[in-house]
C-alpha cells in the first residue's frame, strides 16, 4: 500500500511538472501574446492615434487653386472680375488634369490631353484678361506660380 500511495505522489509531482510546461508552451499568461486572446494578439492596447489610421482624401481642383490664388493675384495685381476669369479657368483645368491622372493614360495619349488642356486654358485666360496681365500670368506660370520677392535695399550705418 505504500508503494501504491508513492507512486501516486510520483505521478502527481511528473504530472504538475508537466502541466507548467504545456501552460509555458501554449501561453496561458505567456509574454508573448499567445494563449487566451488568441495567436499573435496582445490584451494590451495598441498605441497611435486613430486619425492616422484613415485614408486622407486628396484635395479637389478648388481647394488646389484657392491655395494659389492669393500668390497670383499679389503678383499680378488681379481686381475681382479678373480673379473670378483667372479661378474659373484654373479650377476647370486642373479637374481635367485630375481625371486624366485617374483614367491612367498611356504617357504619349496623356501629354495630347494636358497639350489641349493647356491650350484650352490659355485661350480662356487671353479673352478674358488684359494683355499685360496675360503676360505677367504666363511668366508666373512658367515659373511655377512663385512670385518674385521684391529684394529690399540694406542701409549701410556710416560711422
Known amino acids: 500500500m505504500k508503494s501504491k500511495q508513492?507512486?501516486?505522489?510520483?505521478?502527481?509531482?511528473?504530472?504538475?511538472?508537466?502541466?507548467?510546461?504545456?501552460?509555458a508552451q501554449y501561453g496561458y499568461?505567456?509574454?508573448?501574446?499567445?494563449?487566451?486572446?488568441?495567436?499573435?494578439?496582445?490584451?494590451?492596447p495598441q498605441a497611435g492615434p486613430v486619425e492616422s489610421q484613415k485614408e486622407e482624401t486628396p484635395p479637389?481642383?478648388?481647394?488646389?487653386?484657392?491655395?494659389?490664388?492669393?500668390?497670383?493675384t499679389e503678383?499680378?495685381?488681379?481686381?475681382p472680375f479678373e480673379q473670378a476669369v483667372v479661378r474659373t479657368s484654373l479650377v476647370t483645368s486642373v479637374q481635367q488634369r485630375i481625371e486624366l491622372q485617374i483614367l491612367g493614360l498611356e504617357p504619349l495619349k496623356m501629354k495630347e490631353e494636358v497639350e489641349k488642356i493647356k491650350r484650352r486654358q490659355d485661350a480662356e485666360l487671353k479673352a478674358g484678361l488684359p494683355e499685360d496681365k496675360y503676360e505677367a500670368?504666363?511668366?508666373l506660370q512658367e515659373?511655377?506660380?512663385k512670385a518674385k520677392?521684391?529684394?529690399k535695399k540694406k542701409k549701410k550705418n556710416k560711422g
Open 29 to 44: 499568461g505567456s509574454p508573448y501574446g499567445y494563449g487566451r486572446y488568441g495567436r499573435g494578439r496582445s490584451y494590451v
Open 137 to 139: 500670368f504666363m511668366e
Open 143 to 145: 515659373n511655377q506660380f
Open 60 to 72: 479637389t481642383a478648388e481647394e488646389l487653386v484657392d491655395e494659389q490664388m492669393p500668390s497670383i
Open 6 to 23: 508513492t507512486l501516486f505522489l510520483i505521478t502527481l509531482f511528473i504530472g504538475l511538472l508537466a502541466m507548467n510546461d504545456v501552460v
Open 149 to 151: 520677392k521684391k529684394k
Open 75 to 79: 503678383a499680378i495685381d488681379l481686381d
